[in-house]
DNA sequence: GAATTTGTACTGACCGGTCAGTTTAAACGG
DNA sequence: CCGTTTAAACTGACCGGTCAGTACAAATTC
């Protein structure tokens, strides 16, 4: 793949990740896409076979881009709250990408609903990673089961994000990092 | 408005909401709605002045059948788990309701965005009010704002319960329920 | 080293299908 | 009767996908 080539294709998921984030797949044209891009339509069809086709890779892109930065966080020191902060950051920082996801990841028969599956998996696998270690170390209470425990705090990592973004953009990502930690370790004691 | 009446729009929001909740809203066609219902074409345009207005009503319908549920949690005597449990059995009872509201409710300038901020609201502020009873008596920690706690309770839930229908349906919802509230309560103090 | 060929990337007008919404005339039902 | 529903045909905008042709640089030929 030429130079030219993968420059065409980062303009088409910029492109695209802006659009489809933002209006749903779906309800996004080839058109819109193309022109957002600076691109013409026939080019879409040229690097890539349909329009779902663009749609997955876009989606595959993410994933990537996301699980490196997961893994890059094993490594601290609080290693939770690390991984915490860099979901955070990855999410204010292509928010696009968290809209598309939340809104394709759970549609049942959906056409995606097959890959996300398996991208889901790759991530909640490196959260579990980092949850089995803090298991091992004894830092977990009884009767949390890693594997549930890694599904929600993704989840909940997430839509803590878009909630972020979309209704209460003012507050700093530290702040949200720290209301997430709060929660996650914060409101058991009291009761 | 006659019960006729009432009995036909009952109809098609069952039916729109299986199917957009399964496909999202963009992609259902107004004839499979009205094939679904059983119902003409024209039934839809005689009750409903488009496509969007349907849907629209749609959003009302669900949230005020999930915040008389909500407020009727509010005497329990664990007002918490009530409250995690209700919209837990919500979520079970009308999974195409959160699949579509998960769709939706953070895309930014999207056409539903101002309703579903209102709606949201409405939620998260009778979450709130469970809360704040918490709170009061003492028993939520320090430095949780209660509304940061709510809106993320709130999203928390939602997606826990999606993941739930789609990834593992296996597990009955007093199981889902427990895991809830260890998270809640529980991965707090072993650290 | 000019002329020609080849391969790759891109273009945008165009086509055929789809779908929201309309219209109409007739039936139904309370 | 009158509000509601039906069935079916129709309109027109829109959109995914196609395709013949362009641009251009790197090889190839003479």
Same mark, same amino acid.
Not at 156 to 164: E, G
């Given at each position: *793949? ?8 980062? @303009?088409?998921? /910029?492109?695209? %990740? @802006?659009?489809? #984030? ?18 013409? @339509? ?23 881009? %996301? ?15 690390? %991984?915490?902060? =860099? *979901? ?10 968290? !809209?598309?996801?939340?809104? =394709?990841?759970?549609?049942? &028969?959906? !056409?995606?609903? #097959? ?5 889901? /998996? ?6 579990? $990673?980092? *949850? @089995?270690?803090?298991?091992?170390? $004894?830092? %977990? &209470? /009884? ?11 993704? $989840? ?6 878009? /909630?972020?973004?979309?209704? !209460? ?5 530290? =702040? ?11 409101? #058991?004691?009291?009761?």
């Amino acid at each position: *793949m030429s130079a030219r080539t993968t420059a065409t294709k980062q @303009k088409l998921f /910029d492109a695209a %990740l @802006k659009l489809v #984030g933002e209006r749903g797949a779906a309800s996004v044209t080839v058109d819109e896409i193309a022109a957002e891009a600076g691109v013409a @339509k026939g080019t879409i069809y040229y690097n890539f076979a349909s329009k779902d086709a663009l749609v997955e890779a876009l989606l595959h892109h993410g994933v990537e881009i %996301l699980a490196g930065r997961l893994r890059s966080a094993e490594g601290s020191e609080d290693s939770l709250e690390a %991984l915490v902060d =860099e *979901m955070l950051g990855f999410w204010a920082e292509y928010p696009a990408f968290g !809209q598309l996801l939340v809104s =394709e990841l759970w549609r049942t &028969p959906g !056409q995606w609903h #097959g890959t996300l599956s398996l991208l889901r /998996d790759d991530i909640v696998s490196i959260v579990r $990673g980092h *949850m @089995k270690r803090l298991s091992d170390a $004894g830092r %977990l &209470p /009884d009767g949390v089961e890693v594997g549930t425990a890694s599904a929600a705090l993704f $989840g909940t990592l997430l839509v803590i994000a878009l /909630d972020w973004q979309v209704f !209460q953009p003012e507050r700093s990502r530290a =702040e949200v990092r720290d209301s997430v930690m709060h929660l996650v370790r914060g409101l #058991g004691p009291a009761r």
